[in-house]
């Protein structure tokens, strides 16, 4: 057996009780062959010794303290910054349990394929042991997760994303159940990285890399493939969704959750601020979560909301005062930034950021860049990489709602869907009910960003913004989300935005950001049956006279682009839908085509 050295712990002596948890370690050491084992209690005297190791190590670069007090840069390998979903597996016994939308091996197989790159991948390195909990440690709703990792940068991240520390420990007690989350950034070989989730092992083995959801193990991993699995059998859900409150003038709080893909607004809509108009009439936004929201069924039978990350994990590329002055508000201090332009002064800089570019600094790639640079074609050279990030806590978020710390949640009224389309999708509409509301996110598509490896801008089918976060059978998905209707005494409304739409110039139509507050606004309105709506073949949009356009100058012709339905488009989409929909085979719930017959025969 291999032998693992005491615990390099400077805090009060921690008691690993649980047995499960400290023979999967060892187990798990003698594959990896660390030269330590370093069990994290989540103190910040432990937070200021890692950051000095880190920094030591070269993975931190510290930054310049008057300007980012208490915060870090750090580059990731330049082949690795982003979510590689074509390396990401569904690893249940049956195939048709991960469904045709996941990538799927045997879990003999997969474990077989991950085993060699995990063996002896930490030699010379620490393997820190992360237990967490993903959702407030007192509430009954939390699950707990242990990760392992090789990565002092991971490391630190998680201690911003999730609830680590010993209060996770305690919680998981001598008998509880855990989420294993094996994570080895070993020699970051793209050739030998795998993402893998053993859902029925309620496992995680994650090789190969050392960024963002692929190895931040309790977010995308845990929080929702996993948590998805759990959620249906156990009848919740988790969701690729923000959670946001709207305070009206008279002190009323109004929870929304927002599902969009990735990089396409959560973050932005989740902390907006409302232009001034709206401020002085004493609307305010209070933001519960940016990324997952955990969805259940409440005791009087309404649909209750928690976040259960602690942090965000945000897009930086075009973040600046103008379109998200919460976000540079929450990255003030305590933050790490990844992938973007570190300065001489140890500052950091991306495109998109209010000021001029610094005269010279050191691009994501590593490599020394000044503004105009150009590669060999022609095309600009970046600074920052455009799914360059920050970490930070939510909780330094001006706009932190204090009901984060609700343990059942909020009570949701209205959920949104939205995509990023140049041209198909309005800027709004309603759904006609439930069912047609679940048929609308399930039809969903979104132009690829960069959050993900792959082509930039090819449209693709995203239900509900989970195709890359569901962690079983698509088919099985839309049903449960059809069930846990059937169990909301009043459900909420379901409505579908698009922020991205653009003219024939390839300009943004609507100007987004802050302004969104008036969609939001519109959508209140219906939820209180003050305003009409009207009635086309897609669902219901608003009358440019109920929308609170103050100020915008917006034109008769400029709505109309925004709302404008083009059948053709619509019937294309729906072609490629019925492809899409044709995987699922017999598993899919007939409502789902049913409402699909219905719009087509409404486009005709
Ligand atoms: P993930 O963290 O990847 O899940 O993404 P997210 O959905 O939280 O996306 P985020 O809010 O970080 O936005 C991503 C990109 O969309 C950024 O470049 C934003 O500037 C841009 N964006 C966000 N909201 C709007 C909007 O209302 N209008 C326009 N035009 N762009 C927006
Ligand atoms: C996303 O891609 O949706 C993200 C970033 O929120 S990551 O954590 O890398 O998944
Ligand atoms: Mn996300």
Redesign the pocket.
Known sequence: MYFISSFDYTGDEMKITNKKLKNWVQKMATLCQPDRLVWLNGSNQEKRRLETEAVKSGELVKLNEKKWPGSFYHRSHFLDVARTESLTFICTKSQEEAGPTNNWMAPSQAYAKARPYFQGAMKKRAMYVLPFSMGLVNSPFAKIGVQLTDSLYVALNMRIMTHLGEAALKKLGPEGDFTKCLHSKANLDEKKRLILHFPEDNTIWSVGSGYGGNALLGKKCMALRIASFMGEKEGWMAE?MLIVGIEDPKGRITYLAAA?P????????AMLIPPEIFRKKGYKIWTVG??IAWLRIGKDGSLYAQNPETGI???V???NNK?NPHAVATMRKNTIFTNVLLTKDRSVWWEGVKGPAPQEGISWKGEPWRPGLTDEKGIPILGAHPNSRFTAPLIQCPSFSKHYFDTKGVPISALIFGARHASLSPLVYEARDWEHGVYVGASMSSERTA?QVGKLGEVRRDPMAMLPFCGYNMAAYFQHWLDIGKGLKKPPRIFHVN??RKDPQGR?LWP??GE?IRVLLWMLDRLNNRVPAKEIPIGLIPNKTDMNLTGLNMSDEQWDALFQLNREEWLKDLNNQKEFFATFGRGLPEEILGQQEKLLQKLK
């Not at 990735?262 to 809509?269: D, I, P, R, V, Y």
Request: aromatic share 24%; with cysteine.
């Open positions: 690729h969009f990735s990089a396409c607004g959560k973050t932005n809509l940016d990324d994990f945000g897009v590329p075009g973040t379109t959050a922020w991205f943004f987004g950001f969104n």
